[in-house]
C-alpha cells in the first residue's frame, strides 16, 4: 500500500537545482521521511531522511511541511550522475518503496 | 570497510532447481534485509533479522522462499523448487540501530536471477 505519492518522471537542466515533491499525507507520528536513489542496475543509495525538521547533507536538502504531509528533495546543482530514479519513503524502519521518480537530468 | 556484498551477482537456474544467496552485511550492523525487485518496480520489502532473529516476513514471502542469518553476521535466502516469476534482482540491505531508532539502510548490489 503506497504512502506516498510522487510525480512519475520529472526533468531538470544541468548545474540547476532540481526539486522533486513527495505528498504522504497520511504519515504517522513516528515515522521518518527517507529519500534514496537508485542508479540503473545498481542497488539503492540512500541519500537523506528527517523526522519533522529540515536537513541537509553534502548529497541534498529536505524540506518537510510544518504539518509533515509533504516534502521536497533539493539537489542544488544537479548533474548528469544525478539521472536516477528517486524514491520518498515514510516508515519507522523498513522501507516500502514505491515506483520512485525517474529524474533525468539534461545538458 | 567494503559495504554490502552479494553472492552471487548473477544466476541463471532452470525451473524446479533450488537456489541460495548470499548477502554479507556491513560489520556493525545488526539489522539485515532482504529486498526484491523486478523491472520497472521498486524494491518489494520481503524480510529482516535484527542479530540473528528473523522479525518480520512479507505475505511475498512463500514457503518456498527461507532466510537464515545463523550468527547475526552473513545471511543467506534460498528459494526452493524456482518458478519463473522469481525471477528478478534480490537487494540485500543492513543498517544499525541503537536507541530503538533505525538508521539508514545501506543496499547491496544484488542478485539478478533468471529462471528459465
Known amino acids: 500500500d503506497a504512502k506516498t505519492t510522487q510525480p512519475p518522471s520529472m526533468d531538470c537542466a544541468e548545474g540547476r537545482a532540481a526539486n522533486l515533491p513527495c505528498n504522504h499525507s497520511t504519515i504517522s507520528g513516528n515515522e521518518y521521511v527517507y529519500w534514496y536513489r537508485q542508479i540503473h542496475s545498481q542497488g539503492p543509495q540512500y541519500i537523506i531522511h528527517?523526522?519533522?525538521n529540515n536537513e541537509t547533507n553534502e548529497m541534498a536538502s529536505l524540506i518537510i511541511t510544518e504539518d509533515r504531509k509533504s516534502s521536497t528533495l533539493i539537489l542544488p546543482h544537479a548533474t548528469l550522475r544525478d539521472t536516477a530514479v528517486y524514491y520518498c519513503?515514510?516508515?519507522?524502519?523498513?522501507?516500502?518503496f514505491g515506483a520512485g521518480t525517474r529524474l533525468t537530468v539534461k545538458p | 570497510d567494503t559495504g554490502v556484498s552479494q553472492d552471487p551477482r548473477h544466476k541463471i537456474t532452470k525451473r524446479g532447481q533450488n537456489v541460495t544467496f548470499r548477502c554479507d552485511p556491513i560489520s556493525e550492523h545488526n539489522r539485515l534485509y532482504w529486498y526484491r525487485q523486478t523491472l520497472g518496480q521498486g524494491p518489494e520489502f520481503l524480510t529482516y533479522f535484527q542479530n540473528e532473529a528473523q522479525l518480520e516476513k512479507s505475505r511475498l514471502l512463500s514457503d518456498r522462499f527461507s532466510a537464515e542469518r545463523p550468527k547475526g553476521s552473513f545471511s543467506t535466502l534460498e528459494i526452493q523448487r524456482t518458478e519463473q516469476g522469481d525471477s528478478a534482482m534480490y537487494l540485500c540491505?543492513?543498517?544499525?540501530?541503537?536507541?530503538?531508532?533505525?538508521?539508514?539502510?545501506?543496499f547491496g548490489p544484488g542478485t539478478r536471477l533468471t529462471v528459465t
Open positions: 528527517g523526522l519533522k
Open positions: 519513503i515514510v516508515s519507522y524502519h523498513d522501507m516500502r
Open positions: 540491505a543492513s543498517s544499525t540501530s541503537r536507541d530503538r531508532i533505525p538508521y539508514e539502510q545501506y
